[in-house]
């Protein structure tokens, strides 16, 4: 799920495929194998990469509080993205255009997630622990 929104948030045409460490049969993490191929056009949003979110209607609570949070005006996630890459020497990675659409992009994904919570009610979207089957 919280690959989908990544993906969503860059506008990622190109997913490669990843894969999901179990650290002694508790704790899990995913590595994603990619080469980073996105911010193509921050005027066009594309929201069929939410479709895992819309159709399954379940996310991480803990992410969802932390992408909740980059939607408040004094830590908005383009402004700290922009932040974070004016101190690369590379400094512009991107342009503004992108800082812009990471935000309206977020908010996006937000209004879908309301969407499933006002359906299906927040204990059945917001979950603690996605469990792997």
């Not at 005027?43 to 992408?67: E, G, H, I, M």
Request: proline share 3%.
């Amino acid at each position: 799920m919280e690959l989908s929104v990544f993906d969503h948030l860059i506008q990622n045409y190109d997913r490669h495929h990843f894969t999901i460490v179990v650290k002694f049969g508790i704790e899990s993490f995913v590595v994603i194998v990619d080469n980073g191929k996105g911010f193509g056009n921050p005027w066009k949003d594309d929201v069929t990469f939410l479709a895992p979110v819309y159709q399954c209607c379940r996310f991480r609570n803990s992410t969802y509080q932390t992408l909740l949070d980059l939607t408040k005006e004094g830590s908005r996630l383009g402004k700290l993205l922009k932040f974070s890459l004016s101190q690369d020497p590379l400094y512009p990675v991107i342009t503004d255009d992108f800082y812009e659409a990471l935000d309206r992009r977020l908010a996006q994904f937000m209004d879908e997630i309301d969407k499933c919570i006002t359906t299906h009610g927040k204990q059945t979207v917001l979950v603690e622990k996605m469990v792997l089957n």
